[in-house]
């Protein structure tokens, strides 16, 4: 009844403001192996959303950021609220790798 009151604690970022900040953030693809072999951004590391999403601390540091993408914006979007409500540092990239438009394509 009261959902509207929850903190939404996630940030964003559109796929196509991300080229500048290749090579200097972690970014972290989510999608499935066969998906991330069709070609994600340079330095994005696969980690599959099920997997991180079961165990996070295995993967990630508490004190450092993570850029999450996924095809569309869609599995990031909610995989990063639900991280951030564990009090991990998350940026969702909107749009996702079906939506990118620059060259910095792996």
């Not at 964003?12 to 290749?22: A, G, K, R, Y």
């Not at 993967?59 to 990063?80: E, H, N, P, V, W």
Request: glycine share 10%; net charge positive; with cysteine.
């Amino acid at each position: 009844m009261l959902n509207f009151l929850k903190r939404d604690l996630s940030k964003v970022i559109n796929v196509n403001d991300m080229d500048s900040l290749i090579g200097k953030v972690e970014i972290i693809d989510i999608r499935e192996p066969y998906e991330y072999r069709g070609g994600s951004l340079r330095t994005a590391k696969n980690i599959p959303m099920g997997n991180l999403a079961a165990n996070p601390e295995k993967y990630f540091a508490k004190d450092k950021t993570y850029y999450i993408i996924c095809q569309s914006g869609a599995r990031s979007g909610m995989l990063t609220r639900i991280l951030a409500k564990q009090g991990f540092s998350v940026i969702n990239v909107a749009g996702g790798i079906g939506s990118y438009v620059g060259t910095k394509r792996s």
